[in-house]
């Protein structure tokens, strides 16, 4: 199926609504959507009553993922959490390799901002951290439209969840 939002809730977890397209999704289950992992732990239906089950075409919320998966990954369900975790760990390093972020030395907010007036700094790094999926690819979506010829903004870190001391 499809990943259609993800979010972090207090006390929950990692909560994440899917699409199934084929099969069946039960409780229980081990799934890998897009780079992380996980055992189905809770399975709810549209309505917010707790299911053993979903079928096809059918709208679930599933908590039990190690972290928010991105909207419009796809996910499938393993047979054991040792290949999910070895598929998510996969397709992680792909997607370092994709993005390929070295890391840089670190600046101030005001020594920015001054080589940005002083014309140095083309590029404007920026770590964006939202309650669900969905705000983060909008928001970064939105990011690349704001991007000047002067400077442009480049979002090296792209998360759900609160933030945290490794964020920065």
Same mark, same amino acid.
């Given at each position: 199926?499809?990943?259609?939002?993800?979010? @972090?809730?207090?006390?929950?977890?990692?909560?994440?609504?899917?699409?199934?397209?084929?099969?069946?999704?039960? %409780?229980?289950?081990?799934?890998?959507?897009?780079?992380?992992?996980? %055992?189905? %732990?809770?399975?709810? =239906?549209? !309505?917010?009553?707790?299911?053993?089950?979903?079928?096809?075409?059918?709208?679930?919320?599933?908590?039990?993922?190690?972290?928010?998966?991105?909207?419009?990954?796809?996910?499938? @369900?393993?047979?054991?959490?040792?290949?999910?975790?070895?598929?998510?760990?996969?397709?992680?390093?792909? !997607? %370092?390799?994709?993005?390929?972020?070295?890391?840089?030395?670190?600046?101030?907010?005001?020594?920015?901002?001054?080589?940005?007036?002083?014309?140095?700094?083309?590029?404007?790094?920026?770590?964006?951290?939202?309650?669900?999926?969905?705000?983060?690819?909008?928001?970064?979506?939105?990011?690349?439209?704001?991007?000047?010829?002067?400077?442009?903004?480049?979002?090296?870190? =792209?998360?759900?969840?609160?933030?945290?001391?490794?964020?920065?």
């Amino acid at each position: 199926g499809i990943v259609i939002e993800a979010k @972090v809730e207090k006390g929950r977890g990692v909560v994440a609504s899917l699409l199934v397209q084929e099969g069946t999704l039960k %409780r229980g289950d081990q799934v890998v959507a897009g780079s992380t992992y996980g %055992r189905v %732990r809770a399975l709810m =239906n549209d !309505k917010g009553k707790q299911v053993k089950q979903g079928g096809p075409g059918c709208p679930i919320e599933v908590l039990g993922l190690n972290e928010a998966p991105l909207a419009g990954d796809t996910f499938d @369900v393993c047979k054991t959490e040792k290949q999910a975790k070895e598929i998510a760990e996969l397709r992680m390093e792909k !997607k %370092r390799q994709k993005e390929n972020v070295s890391p840089s030395a670190k600046v101030s907010l005001e020594d920015l901002f001054s080589k940005v007036g002083e014309g140095e700094v083309k590029e404007l790094p920026v770590v964006l951290k939202t309650d669900v999926a969905g705000s983060a690819e909008a928001i970064k979506q939105l990011f690349t439209k704001v991007s000047t010829s002067k400077v442009s903004v480049k979002v090296i870190h =792209n998360a759900v969840g609160a933030i945290t001391e490794s964020d920065v």
